[in-house]
């Protein structure tokens, strides 16, 4: 059935066909719910392409690098996904696109020790939706791409955690400090400060009888205070909570540079760290400049009409963090992501057919922000907060857990996602509470 859909194949009759590219949030959402409804039906033939095998909820990348969270138990297989829900899975990156041939082009699969797996290929689309996420800017800051380590997906996450643990062992070993600079003072770089300490604390339980290393996070952020997405009163109990913890807050403060050895600021001071990581900023993946003469914001993100129809081409769809809609701008967040994916299902199998699409209209139902076990803050849409206090913020960290769930349970179904709960559960009765291998 593969070889079908390569260009040169067999030249058979085909479906409508539906390329989705991407297998995040959105991406992923899109292909299950169209794969269910379109696909289990016969009347279209829904692909999705992702250059990874597995899908995970990007809000918990920062758990994964801090290696508090087990995500040998949190991925989703693409294929296993595909097999059940009536969709195909293509592994591969887009390197190009042709709107005149309405095709792609998948760049080589290579092996890591440099073998060719999967040549180049080409798909043809009858509609294409891109879903393809995206990256933190360093803003061409100097230094940055070669000295610092980013978690915009899971094979970072999981190379920052292999750093992370081989650099508190050495601290362990011969008794040092382990330095960690975070730039970005967001949701994930907060988050992530938080986990850090978190994991050195579940460590600590496993330190070949030694006392733990002293572990210094400084968590700078450019603007005057963190988490500028949320009121002013949670940005400064997350700075309260986060100095508690030893965590050292750092506004207004302009990254100049990078180098092996730690930041620089434009005033001159200089921040030591052995682990330096990039957490700031939002631009779309580099390759939406090589999909030809496309309109782009200024982050790269290809801009769309409230219809997420690209300005250029009525064929070809955006969602999620790689798109912007010009007229009503949508923060780039998952929450968003979900709802541009549960849109284009709905509507999309009548546009198949004719019917004109509708207009998408974002919801805002709030944000959440948990500091792993220390404390949690959310808001609802009319900006009133709720977390934090003696309670250590658990309703906010209950909310963030149900969140994830709810996620699960939307690609699960109801009884997988019930039954994936309840392995979590028990496998905390297994394994260490953070990545120790």
Not at 100 to 115: D, F, Q, Y
Not at 401 to 415: A, D, N, P, S
């Amino acid at each position: 059935m593969l070889c079908d859909r390569v260009i040169g194949g067999l030249g058979m009759a085909q479906k409508f066909r539906v390329v989705i590219v991407g297998g995040g949030v959105a991406g992923l959402a899109l292909a299950t719910r169209l794969g269910d409804s379109i696909g289990k039906s016969g009347r279209a033939e829904i692909t999705l392409v992702d250059k990874s095998f597995a899908h995970v909820w990007k809000p918990m990348l920062h758990c994964f690098a801090a290696g508090t969270a087990a995500n040998e138990n949190d991925r989703i297989s693409f294929l296993s996904q595909a097999s059940r829900h009536h969709f195909e899975f293509w592994p591969g990156e887009i390197s190009g696109m042709d709107r005149k041939a309405r095709t792609i082009t998948l760049a080589p699969v290579i092996e890591t020790t440099g073998e060719v797996i999967l040549e180049e290929r080409k798909l043809e689309y009858d509609a294409l939706v891109l879903s393809i996420g995206s990256r933190a800017n360093d803003f061409g800051t100097p230094g940055v791409a070669e000295h610092c380590l980013f978690i915009d997906n899971l094979v970072e996450a999981n190379g920052f955690n292999e750093r992370f643990r081989m650099e508190l062992l050495k601290a362990f070993g011969n008794n040092e400090e382990l330095d960690i600079a975070i730039v970005g003072g967001g949701a994930t770089g907060t988050q992530l400060a938080a986990e850090l300490h978190k994991a050195l604390d579940l460590a600590s339980l496993y330190s070949f009888g030694k006392k733990p290393p002293k572990l210094k996070i400084t968590l700078l952020e450019a603007g005057p205070r963190i988490l500028p997405a949320f009121p002013e009163s949670v940005s400064a109990a997350a700075t309260k909570q986060l100095e508690a913890i030893g965590v050292e807050v750092m506004t207004s403060a302009m990254v100049s540079g990078a180098d092996e050895k730690g930041f620089m600021l434009k005033d001159g001071t200089r921040i030591p760290a052995t682990l330096r990581v990039w957490a700031a900023g939002v631009k779309a993946p580099d390759v939406t400049r090589k999909f030809g003469e496309l309109k782009l914001s200024r982050s790269g993100q290809l801009e769309v009409r409230p219809t997420l129809q690209l300005v250029e081409d009525d064929n070809i769809f955006a969602m999620g963090d790689c798109a912007f809609i010009a007229e009503k701008p949508v923060a780039p967040t998952a929450q968003a992501a979900r709802q541009q994916a549960h849109h284009l299902a709905r509507y999309m199998p009548a546009w198949i057919n004719g019917r004109p699409l509708p207009a998408f209209a974002f919801h805002n139902k709030g944000a959440v922000v948990a500091l792993g076990d220390y404390n949690g803050w959310g808001t609802f849409p009319g900006g009133k907060v709720f977390g934090g206090g003696w309670l250590r913020g658990i309703t906010a960290r209950l909310v963030h857990i149900m969140l994830y769930r709810q996620h699960q349970f939307e690609l699960y179904g109801t009884f997988r996602g019930t039954v994936s709960c309840l392995v979590d559960w028990l496998d905390v009765f297994v394994r260490p509470s953070v990545r120790l291998d």
